[in-house]
């Protein structure tokens, strides 16, 4: 089951789509059993023709930024192409944007968001698997990550290496193998599909987190198996509780967006 800090960002109001409701009055959200493309619908149809919600719509850069109602802070980085997911071939193309390095740029706005200052440590970046997201448009989660996370990280700071490795610990109850990262290029996707025999193949089946280390980056990777659809959101908060110094509640496990 995975935890409720994955009701994800792709909890999007269906709203956004007719651009007549507003936060407070949206209570439909889109999950599996709703409109899988309303991601892409939303940046495609509304976000390209200069209207809301998008804080950033940059098609010289293929990519936009969209402030998420799922959490005060968490934004949504996407391409302004259609590139479904994980699984996506095109991210296999070094001539793609780099779209990890592109959401880490916007880090600052989380922070702007809750209107103080976040330290980069407890900040994240997240893209879930095929399996594990409810919309059919790549997204990258820049949010705050978990307090009980970064723990777990920097306890095992010291054996994280250039070399992937299955970290001692299992985060939020799942195995995730980690390697570390000098710099967020190449793109983080490039560095996964270099560890896989069949990229091409494999590369849908993998969730990715990214979150500071040492003077870089450590690089998370679980895979879809059994009852764990891989979503690496999972291991990021919403609430940014550490910041806001509010003690966390757990709700119902829920699927993830």
């Not at 919600?53 to 098609?59: L, Q, V």
């Not at 990890?100 to 922070?111: C, I, L, N, P, T």
């Not at 799942?174 to 967020?184: E, K, N």
């Not at 290029?185 to 490039?190: N, Q, R, V, Y």
Request: overall charge negative.
């Amino acid at each position: 089951m995975l935890s409720a800090r994955v009701a994800s960002g792709l909890t999007l109001l269906c709203g956004l789509l007719t651009g007549g409701a507003s936060h407070a009055l949206a209570a439909a959200v889109v999950h599996k059993d709703h409109d899988p493309d309303a991601l892409w619908k939303i940046v495609h149809q509304k976000c390209a023709q200069g209207t809301k919600p998008c804080t950033i719509y940059d098609a010289s850069r293929h990519i936009a930024l969209l402030h998420s109602i799922e959490g005060r802070g968490q934004y949504l980085l996407i391409p302004t192409d259609k590139v479904t997911g994980m699984e996506s071939a095109a991210l296999l193309q070094a001539s793609q944007p780099n779209y990890f390095a592109e959401a880490w740029s916007y880090r600052d706005r989380v922070g702007v968001s809750y209107g103080t200052s976040i330290p980069e440590t407890m900040l994240s970046l997240a893209i879930n698997s095929e399996k594990g997201r409810s919309q059919n448009q790549l997204h990258i989660h820049l949010d705050c990550l978990a307090p009980e996370i970064r723990e777990a990280l920097d306890r095992d700071a010291s054996r994280i290496g250039a070399s992937w490795m299955t970290l001692p610990d299992a985060l939020d109850g799942h195995r995730y193998r980690a390697r570390y990262l000098t710099s967020l290029d190449p793109s983080p996707f490039l560095v996964l599909a270099s560890s896989l025999q069949h990229p091409e193949m494999e590369m849908g089946d993998h969730t990715l987190v990214v979150a500071p280390l040492r003077s870089g980056y450590v690089l998370l990777d679980d895979v879809a198996q059994g009852s764990d659809r891989a979503s690496g959101e999972e291991l990021q908060d919403h609430a940014c509780h550490a910041v806001m110094k509010t003690p966390e509640v757990r709700a119902p496990a829920s699927k993830a967006g």
